[in-house]
């Protein structure tokens, strides 16, 4: 069965700076995708970024990019010069790797602060 | 061009009483999921349709939760007989197909039972 791990609780980051949000995945599956949420305080999910398993370069969406190391099984987010608005639940997903399915294993999440 | 909707966004029951979760998905989308997220975990998968069919209920509870997905209509998640631990906030989400396509999720229900 996969799993994720998203090992930081909470973050705390100066604004405008970097941060690189953590997830492991283990799978035995070849075929996957792997997906970042944000979730806000209002808490709706907001679909960030997706990179699949077979995908030869990172994923990158505007200031989302995703570091994907595959050998070691880890696709942390990046988020390039953080803003206030960025503060909130982050949550990594893989979708599992049934065929023809969409069923999302969700991390436990990480808080992101951005102070000003 | 409206997102997945839910309704309601906020749902109180008492105890024993049911509760009836709305969820329509996005134009052109015919794959629903539903997730429950309890307070400070991520969300976890319980079931997933298609018009008038359950594909997957694997992560359904085995007694007084039902989804239906009518050929008209919003897909419906049923709690019978709420106890205080179904409170949870509730999500749905729809694909345009079983692919690599991205969920798009609603704004979730927040069901309290007291």
């Known amino acids: 069965a996969q799993k994720i791990t998203q090992t930081q609780p909470g973050m705390f980051v100066q604004e405008k700076e970097a941060v690189t949000l953590d997830c492991t995945y283990d799978t035995s599956d070849q075929s996957y995708g792997l997906f970042w949420y944000k979730q806000p305080s209002s808490g709706e999910m907001i679909f960030l970024i997706y990179?699949?398993?077979?995908?030869?370069q990172n994923a990158t969406e505007g200031r989302y990019s995703l570091n994907f190391q595959k050998a070691r099984k880890s696709a942390n987010l990046v988020i390039s010069a953080s803003q206030l608005g960025d503060s909130a639940m982050y949550f990594c997903?893989?979708?599992?790797?049934?065929?023809?399915?969409?069923?999302?294993?969700f991390g436990q999440g990480t808080r992101l602060t951005i102070n000003p | 061009n409206a997102g997945v909707m839910q309704n309601p966004r906020h749902l109180v029951r008492r105890r024993g009483q049911e509760a009836r979760l709305r969820c329509s998905p996005m134009k052109g989308h015919s794959h629903v999921y539903w997730y429950r997220q309890l307070p400070e975990e991520g969300l976890k998968f319980m079931v997933y349709?298609?018009?008038?069919?359950?594909?997957?209920e694997s992560g359904m509870p085995k007694e007084r939760f039902s989804a239906e997905f009518p050929k008209e209509g919003p897909s419906i998640l049923r709690i019978q007989q709420v106890v205080r631990g179904d409170s949870a906030a509730y999500f749905c989400?729809?694909?345009?197909?079983?692919?690599?396509?991205?969920?798009?999720f609603g704004n979730g229900t927040r069901l309290t039972v007291t």
């Open positions: 989400a729809s694909s345009r197909d079983s692919n690599n396509s991205p969920l798009h």
């Open positions: 349709l298609q018009k008038e069919n359950i594909i997957d």
């Open positions: 990179q699949g398993s077979y995908d030869e």
């Open positions: 997903a893989m979708r599992d790797g049934i065929q023809g399915a969409q069923k999302l294993v």
